[in-house]
């Protein structure tokens, strides 16, 4: 596929991230989470791990096996931006479907959600959602991240805000919500 | 027993004490036998669940003959609606790190781990700069110990202690069988002691005060304090420690907001508690107390009765379904099966009976389940279906 090739990490990256951590215990998963760190959309490209593979010697099927186990490893390309939003029991029951409806109107998204994806991207790769089991801020409920950020108690009025805000080219970095 | 019991706040956990360097040196300047029955006369129970004696653990890690033992921290906190030991860490983090030490001197070990969730990236510098601290003094004062952070990536079921060792290992998070044990075969097939955050926050307090302070606190079979995660249907939301046995009543009437129709206590894997159940449900481990004890990894979530049961159900069993590794067929297939099951009732497909099949179907899970996700399923099922009945049926 071509994305693929376009999108796969430099080989002389991915061979200085692996002689970094060679011999460490565990060293597989680091070595993957750096790679899909280095991907320009933030995913492990099957170039990418077909390179591991035959460097290191693990066989493609098991690290497959490992990135599809792992929630923090994307097989697919990732948004510039991302939000996610908590589906714990204490953020579900304060009204976090509301705020995942609101953000799956954008074009194509519903549909992944309902097909049973627990990720969407859209087609320009600008944003992409997802849903996390409990982001351990139940106190605050609803949680939603952006960019890595935690806002709480989100009404619906404050997620469409913030989609907004993501869409728009100046985007405003240090938005508040109240 | 519940008639007479206050809610009795305590303050150990989160008291700052910068007196760590003292606790960690007259600690290891102790005998690991004396260490190991103070534990054990303060009678700890582990807090990340299933409430193994913690002195016990160290004390049969230690027997082990190994040139390499480790000692690792639990910090993957993922029970939803569970956020103590993210707390902990980023208050008191000496206090862990002492503690992993300690358990080093006790079993002979030199390394660490706090096994981070992936979702708490944002401690991580933080916290290095304090191991960093710690190292420097562990240096100064010529104990021999290292301790490194082992960020997870993101999966449930890698709070399973044999699951964590696999992933740390680099391989997918899946429970191995027991036995072995950790404290013979953990990480790398090493003798490894794994206690949680909260559990080695509590050794602290009963290396530095004694036994008799934490045994104190609590009732019977359940002594000391503990950290409950509270949330939900709640004026006030947050993280209190309170003395173990208390009754869920008297957790009502402090926390609820006058409408509270039932409790969840211990997380998606632990039990639902409702209205009528308050007054003999005790919180603290199995034992002979009068009514039921539930144990829990100290996650409480209140429900007011504008909240519908089966909503609540139907998101735990979307968390199991999600989480469940797959390695097992009752889990695997169970957790799929329920969560059709409950949908097909409310929609009418089938009818109310179908739920006493699920409840048989719920509790073999209980038996046949590899781990304690696939075990643990059957807890908040039943105990949901069976006193919200009329909630799952369309
Ligand atoms: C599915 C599952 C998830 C678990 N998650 C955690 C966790 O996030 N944190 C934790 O401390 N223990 C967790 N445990 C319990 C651990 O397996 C282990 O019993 C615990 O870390 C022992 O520490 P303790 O004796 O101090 O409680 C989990 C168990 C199961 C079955
Ligand atoms: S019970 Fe579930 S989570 Fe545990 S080993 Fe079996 S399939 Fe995996
Ligand atoms: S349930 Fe959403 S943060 Fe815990």
Redesign the pocket.
């Known amino acids: 596929m071509n994305v693929n090739l376009e999108n796969q990490v430099d080989t002389k990256i991915i061979d200085e991230i692996m002689s970094k951590h060679k011999g460490k215990p565990g060293e597989l998963l680091t070595v993957m989470e750096e790679v899909q760190e280095a991907n320009d959309y933030k995913y492990l490209d099957e170039a990418s791990m077909g390179y591991i593979s035959s460097k290191s010697k693990v066989p493609l099927s098991q690290i497959y096996s490992v990135a599809t186990f792992y929630s923090f490893f994307n097989l697919k390309p990732q948004g510039k931006h991302t939000i996610i939003v908590c589906r714990g029991t204490a953020c579900h029951t304060k009204g976090s479907k509301i705020l995942l409806d609101d953000l799956t109107t954008l074009p194509g998204c519903k549909d992944a959600f309902d097909a049973g994806e627990t990720s969407f991207t859209t087609d320009d790769k600008l944003i992409t959602i997802k849903t996390v089991a409990c982001f351990g801020q139940c106190a605050l409920a609803p949680v939603v991240a952006v960019d890595g950020v935690i806002y709480s108690n989100v009404t619906s009025e404050q997620i469409k805000k913030l989609l907004e805000n993501l869409q728009e080219e100046n985007k405003d970095e240090n938005i508040r919500l109240s | 027993m519940s008639t007479s019991y206050q809610l009795k706040r305590a303050d150990f956990i989160f008291k700052n004490e910068n007196d760590w360097e003292d606790v960690l040196r007259k600690s290891i300047s102790r005998p690991p036998n004396e260490l190991i029955n103070e534990l054990i006369s303060s009678e700890l129970k582990?807090?990340?669940?299933?409430g193994?004696p913690?002195g016990l653990?160290w004390k049969v890690t230690s027997e082990e003959v190994n040139d390499v033992k480790y000692v690792i921290c639990?910090a993957?906190?993922?029970?939803p609606g569970t956020f103590k030991d993210r707390e902990i860490l980023s208050r008191v983090p000496f206090k862990v790190l002492t503690a992993i030490a300690i358990c080093g001197h006790v079993i002979g070990a030199r390394t660490g781990f706090i096994y981070l969730r992936g979702e708490y990236f944002f401690l991580q510098n933080e916290l290095n700069k304090a191991i960093n601290e710690f190292e420097y003094y562990c240096k100064e004062i010529k104990f021999d110990f290292k301790i490194k952070i082992f960020m997870g990536s993101g999966a449930?079921?890698c709070?399973?202690?044999t699951a964590l060792f696999e992933s740390m290992e680099g391989k997918r998070g899946e429970p191995r069988n027991k036995p072995p044990y950790p404290s013979s075969f953990g990480y790398m097939g090493k003798p490894t002691v794994?206690?949680?955050?909260e559990?080695l926050a509590h050794t602290y307090t009963i290396f530095k005060y004694g036994s008799k302070r934490f045994y104190d606190l609590g009732v019977q079979y359940s002594r000391g304090s503990k950290l409950f995660s509270v949330s939900g249907d709640t004026p006030k939301p947050g993280i209190y420690e309170l003395e173990l046995g208390m009754s869920l009543a008297d957790f009502v009437e402090e926390f609820g907001d006058d409408d509270t129709k039932a409790v969840q206590v211990g997380g998606a894997s632990g039990f639902l508690v409702p209205r009528k159940r308050f007054a003999e449900t005790n919180i603290g481990f199995q034992g002979k107390l009068v009514g039921i004890s539930l144990p829990t990894g100290g996650s409480m979530m209140l429900f007011n009765s504008s909240r519908s049961m089966f909503n609540v159900l139907d998101n735990y069993l979307n968390f199991f379904a999600e989480e469940s590794c797959g390695q097992c067929t009752p889990c695997r297939v169970g957790c799929q099966q329920l969560l059709k099951g409950i949908k097909a009732v409310k929609r009418g497909e089938k009818n109310a009976q179908y739920l006493d099949k699920m409840l048989k179907l719920a509790e073999t899970m209980q038996f046949t389940a590899k781990?304690?996700?696939g075990q643990s399923v059957g807890n908040s099922f039943s105990s949901i279906v069976e006193n919200f009945r009329e909630e799952m049926i369309y």
């Not at chain 2, 582990?46 to 299933?50: I, L, M, P, S, Y």
């Not at chain 2, 794994?194 to 955050?197: A, H």
């Open positions: 582990g807090r990340g669940g299933a193994f913690t653990k639990n993957d906190e993922g029970e449930y079921i709070g399973e202690e794994i206690n949680n955050v559990t781990c304690g996700l």
